[in-house]
């Protein structure tokens, strides 16, 4: 009898044990991490959200995150930051005109004086008369110099309008210049300016896809939060049910108290479950609000049917499911973010040599300026003086004591780290996408194993139950087939779960980058312009593939042990 009861006992836990085994992680889900990278909505724009009581759909989720997401605002930056490089370095082939004007009064000046005639009586002005002697005319110039007629000044007399110490001076000036020749540096400039403007594109895309993938997978996480909540209010109701019919069967004196203590047990046990599930609801409906940037609130649901017998791919993702399926067939690995990454960055190290070498050869511009200058306070046209010049220019390095091949030096071995990057980026990106394609070949394995086995599930219990209320079978074998019931609904819902997933990730693969799958990507393995690769498993936890939900025996990695012991 020990023996019996021990092992009934034993039984009446599995029921307990599947939905804990199920939950636990969940409990992990990367909230603070989402909250990191989220702001609150109140610094936001604000946009449409849906309406209390209505669905949410993965197409509704999508468009907001997008709408609403910190990342993509700092792509889109990117992008802009790009273009405006792009603009500045072409500028540079161009002639570069510019004017200049001021207004100058003089308040003090070292030449005031300087020029004024000297003090002393007057005398008659200078007079040249070419047809006296030339006596006469020296003594003239002599009388004239003595008394001041003339050489008042050191320019030849006070009413020189010179520029020195004028009281107001206005200039209205002209610069132009043109680059003849630079050597290649503009091209390599211009080169280093589209590289980075593609890298951007790429950045925007990986950012896009990056964030579809988080989005699908706490939409899909939350529409599991429900199935395992219904599992688990399911089993409630039956242990219910099961302790009212020994209670009544207890009160007519036909079954004994140990079967009384065993069904209250079995109803008990269920309890926990219950409001663990709940709370492992709210936490993954908060990470997909986080996401969202939606309002805290009870009334967010799903729109996801885990227990459709077809289970189409996700509308979003169909067209380009099937495109990545045509794909899988060919080297479609070149295509994937990082191996485009690591190929600019080839380009911009090959750009980046190209510069050092350039600065050898000799730069040559060509300029001129145009002025006008005038020096009363309102000028009439005719007061305006000019000045004119045009000119060339040239420079070029002599000897600059070694810094130059140093450049080069330093250059050339970027680019062959870039070139041994980008062949590292391809082979890392070879075994990332097929290992994407194993994981959605399992998933869709794992989901059609599990066709059928609920709906036999279902009946075995209701035999069970019959038979239980008959008197023919035992409450274990009652409990066994509700543990039964338990195990293949979260199965099939985990299933469920993780192919839908699968999809998404096959059909984001070429703009998502390697870290996704937990490959051992090194943290320069795209190079100087990978900034998505770098830090991504921090960035965006959970992106491996596997739900956060466990199942022992399901996809999602080797089996982990939860707290209490519950092998997963």
Not at 272 to 285: D, K
Request: aromatic share 6%; hydrophobic share 40%.
């Amino acid at each position: 009898m020990t023996a019996r009861a021990t092992d009934s006992s034993r039984r009446a836990s599995r029921s307990a044990a599947v939905l804990l085994a199920l939950l636990p992680l969940l409990g992990g889900l990367p909230l603070a991490a989402a909250a990191g990278q989220q702001e609150s909505p109140a610094q936001l724009t604000p946009v449409q959200q849906p309406a209390p009581g209505t669905p949410l759909t993965l197409e509704e989720a999508l468009r907001l995150a997008e709408e609403r997401s910190e990342r993509m605002a700092i792509a889109r930056a990117g992008v802009s930051r790009a273009t405006g490089d792009e603009v500045r370095a072409r500028a540079d082939l161009f002639p570069q005109l510019s004017a200049f004007v001021s207004y100058d009064r003089t308040l003090a000046t070292e030449f005031s004086g300087l020029f004024d005639q000297p003090a002393g009586a007057a005398c008659d002005p200078f007079t040249s008369r070419p047809s006296t002697p030339l006596a006469d005319r020296v003594s003239e110039i002599e009388r004239a110099i003595d008394c001041g007629a003339i050489g008042g000044n050191l320019f030849g007399g006070a009413d020189l309008d010179l520029p020195f110490g004028r009281e107001n001076i206005m200039r209205l000036n002209l610069s132009f210049s043109q680059t003849l020749y630079s050597g290649g540096r503009i091209g390599a400039q211009r080169n280093l300016a589209s590289v980075g403007r593609r890298q951007a594109d790429v950045t925007l895309a990986s950012a896009r896809a990056q964030l579809a993938l988080d989005v699908t997978q706490a939409f899909y996480d939350a529409a599991l939060s429900d199935h395992l909540r219904s599992i688990a209010e399911a089993g409630l109701r039956q242990a219910s049910a099961t302790l009212a019919q020994v209670e009544l069967a207890r009160q007519a004196g036909r079954l004994p108290e140990f079967e009384l203590l065993r069904a209250r047990v079995a109803r008990d046990n269920q309890q926990p479950i219950v409001l663990r599930a709940r709370a492992q609801r709210t936490l993954a409906y908060l990470r997909l609000q986080q996401l969202l940037h939606l309002p805290d609130g009870p009334g967010l649901q799903v729109a996801a049917n885990l227990d459709d017998l077809q289970l189409p791919p996700p509308t979003p993702f169909a067209e380009a499911l099937t495109r990545a399926d045509a794909a899988r067939r060919t080297a479609a690995y070149e295509q994937r973010t990082p191996v485009r990454q690591a190929t600019a960055g080839v380009e911009a190290r090959e750009a980046a040599f190209r510069l050092a070498r350039s600065e050898r050869l000799p730069n040559v511009i060509a300029n001129s300026s145009y002025g006008r200058v005038a020096y009363s306070g309102l000028p009439a046209w005719s007061d305006w003086r000019t000045n004119w010049t045009i000119g060339v220019a040239a420079q070029v390095p002599l000897f600059t004591g070694g810094r130059l091949r140093g450049d080069e030096i330093v250059a050339r071995a970027d680019l062959d780290e870039a070139r041994a990057q980008l062949e590292l980026a391809r082979n890392l990106a070879q075994l990332d996408s097929r290992a994407v394609y194993e994981e959605l070949d399992a998933a869709r394995a794992t989901w059609e194993a599990s066709s059928g086995t609920v709906e036999e599930a279902v009946r075995a219990y209701q035999i069970a139950e019959l038979r239980y209320r008959e008197g023919i079978s035992t409450q274990l074998e009652l409990s066994d087939a509700r543990f039964l019931l338990e195990q293949s609904q979260a199965n099939r819902a985990q299933a469920g779960r993780d192919l839908q997933v699968a999809r998404a990730r096959v059909a984001l693969l070429p703009d998502l980058p390697l870290s996704t799958t937990g490959l051992p990507l090194s943290e320069g393995a795209t190079g100087a312009f990978a900034p998505t690769v770098r830090g991504r498993a921090a960035a965006s936890p959970n992106t491996s593939g596997t739900s956060p939900v466990g199942v022992a025996g399901q996809q999602g990695g080797p089996a982990r042990t939860a707290p209490g012991g519950i092998r997963q």
